[in-house]
């Protein structure tokens, strides 16, 4: 690595500080309960979020294929459990009623949102600290 772009330790204390916010966060906003407190989650909800605004839902297989272990059967229970506490909606295709999509909740979205705006300003935040050095 160039001596132009290695950071201080200043600077790395920082964003180590802004990242464990956002964690820290994230399960406030599940009020710490532990299963969505794992990386699995995180991909399986935001992941659901990002294409349901992009009106391209995913389906039950995408979404198992966004998170990165457990077998099918473990990805599948994710989802059933995230679908029984209200986090996320199983809706049929329309046009193939043997596919089913994965789409957040209202209840998701707003807690989402509450969250990632929180976020992005303590990470705003600590950009701006970081760029007046």
Same mark, same amino acid.
């Given at each position: 690595?160039?001596?132009?772009?290695?950071?201080?330790?200043?600077?790395?204390?920082?964003?180590?500080?802004?990242?464990?916010? /956002?964690?820290?966060?994230?399960?406030?906003?599940?009020? /710490?309960?532990?299963?969505?407190?794992?990386?699995?989650?995180?991909?399986?909800?935001?992941?659901?979020?990002?294409?349901?605004?992009?009106?391209?839902?995913?389906?039950?297989?995408?979404?198992?294929?966004?998170?990165?272990?457990?077998?099918?059967?473990?990805?599948?229970?994710?989802?059933?459990?995230?679908?029984?506490?209200? /986090? &996320?909606?199983?809706?049929?295709?329309?046009?193939?009623?043997?596919?089913?999509?994965?789409?957040?909740?209202?209840?998701?979205?707003?807690?989402?949102?509450?969250?990632?705006?929180?976020? &992005?300003?303590?990470?705003?935040?600590? &950009?701006?600290?970081?760029?007046?050095?």
């Amino acid at each position: 690595m160039s001596d132009s772009i290695k950071r201080s330790k200043k600077d790395l204390l920082l964003w180590m500080e802004a990242l464990e916010l /956002y964690v820290r966060d994230w399960d406030e906003t599940f009020d /710490y309960k532990a299963n969505y407190f794992t990386q699995e989650f995180w991909y399986l909800l935001v992941n659901c979020m990002i294409n349901d605004w992009k009106g391209t839902p995913l389906s039950v297989s995408g979404a198992c294929q966004h998170m990165k272990s457990g077998s099918n059967r473990t990805r599948e229970e994710r989802i059933r459990k995230a679908v029984s506490d209200g /986090y &996320l909606i199983k809706r049929r295709s329309e046009s193939d009623h043997r596919q089913a999509f994965v789409v957040p909740s209202k209840k998701l979205e707003e807690m989402m949102v509450a969250h990632f705006e929180r976020t &992005l300003k303590i990470v705003t935040d600590t &950009l701006s600290e970081l760029d007046q050095d």
